[in-house]
């Protein structure tokens, strides 16, 4: 099992970029692939983006393909997702995501998960 913490949300207006960490507990934290979900106001909670245990397969939803970027640091147990061009639909409170790797279906299936953090798109 892995503990995680999202931080880094907040108001910016459209255009602007932020970065959310996900801070993880757990010594099983280099083996499970890691993602990003978010739910806006009256939508369901949707996909974003995910990264492979190693780092080396990272997947994007259509949406944020392009403008944001997943990374981690296995040494650091750290994710981080970058916002850049956000727009005022990427409102949301963005969840971070965990499960052990099986190398497959990165969109789904995840077991851990943090408390979230909101970010707010000004337009």
């Known amino acids: 099992q892995v503990q995680l913490a999202e931080s880094g949300g907040g108001l910016v207006q459209a255009g602007g970029s932020l970065r959310l960490s996900c801070a993880a507990s757990?010594?099983?934290?280099?083996?499970?692939?890691m993602a990003w979900f978010r739910q806006g106001p009256g939508k369901e909670r949707e996909f974003v983006a995910a990264?492979?245990?190693?780092?080396?397969?990272?997947d994007y939803a259509d949406s944020v393909k392009g403008r944001f970027t997943i990374r981690r640091d296995n040494a650091k147990n750290m994710v981080n997702l970058q916002m850049n061009s956000l727009k005022p639909e990427d409102t949301a409170v963005y969840y971070c995501?965990?499960?052990?790797?099986?190398?497959?279906?990165?969109?789904?299936?995840?077991?851990?998960w943090g408390q979230g953090t909101q970010v707010t798109v000004s337009s």
């Open positions: 757990g010594r099983t934290f280099s083996l499970a692939a």
């Open positions: 995501a965990a499960k052990r790797d099986y190398y497959r279906n990165y969109r789904d299936e995840y077991t851990d």
């Open positions: 990264i492979s245990w190693s780092g080396r397969f990272t």
